[in-house]
């Protein structure tokens, strides 16, 4: 499965918003030490029932775009 997302880092309150066919997601996190992205994936994992490990970032690795995949 492929989730296209668009990250906001460093918000003051985390949120996952559905937009057509993308996640906007704000997460608290700053975007450096790749501590924003690890955070979204712990958020997706959550919200698809599935471990963190099975959450990729394909695509956006430094980008607020993302391309993410779940494995099964």
Not at 55 to 66: A, E, F, P, Q, Y
């Given at each position: 499965m492929y989730i296209k997302v668009f990250v906001t880092?460093?918000?003051k309150h985390e949120r996952v918003e559905e937009k057509g066919e993308t996640?906007?997601?704000s997460v608290r996190e700053p975007a450096s030490?790749?501590?924003?992205?690890?955070?979204?994936r712990e958020i997706i994992a959550g919200r698809q029932r599935v471990s963190f490990g099975k959450?990729?970032?394909?695509?956006?690795?430094?980008?607020?775009?993302?391309m993410i995949s779940i494995t099964d």
């Open positions: 880092p460093g918000a996640l906007a997601i030490g790749n501590r924003a992205n690890n955070r979204v959450v990729r970032i394909l695509t956006g690795h430094r980008s607020r775009d993302k």
